[in-house]
């Protein structure tokens, strides 16, 4: 299974990015799927996910102005971000609950992170 992350970027304070982390590879469902990001310096923390029936979760620090979805038929993942602060900056990487086959275990796998940077 492979996640592949992508549209992070450089972009004025108040401005907007889009992500996606498509997966691929061998894949029976995915459960949860998440971003999470790591600025320089500190330790990688929740941005915010999203259930397989939808539901979602965001740290406090984004609510409001980060938008989490899916599209199941595609197998991806998007993370909506408004009203971008400086403390945004960081490496997003997105994450996935995947089951390769009926039967096997959920394991989790990591996109190779994507840069956003946010200007004042």
């Known amino acids: 299974v492979q996640l592949q992350a992508s549209g992070g970027g450089l972009v004025q304070a108040g401005g907007s990015l889009r992500l996606s982390c498509a997966a691929s590879?061998?894949?029976?469902?995915?459960?949860?799927m998440g971003w999470y990001r790591q600025a320089p310096g500190k330790q990688r923390e929740l941005v915010a996910t999203i259930g397989s029936g939808l539901n979602t979760n965001y740290a406090d620090s984004v609510k409001g102005r980060f938008t989490i979805s899916r599209d199941n038929a595609k197998n991806t993942v998007y993370l909506q971000m408004n009203s971008l602060k400086p403390d945004d900056l960081g490496i997003y990487y997105c994450?996935?609950?995947?089951?390769?086959?009926?039967?096997?275990?959920?394991?989790?796998?990591w996109g190779q992170g994507t840069q956003v940077t946010v200007s004042s």
């Open positions: 590879g061998r894949i029976f469902s995915i459960a949860d």
């Open positions: 994450n996935a609950d995947v089951r390769r086959q009926r039967y096997e275990n959920w394991g989790r796998y």
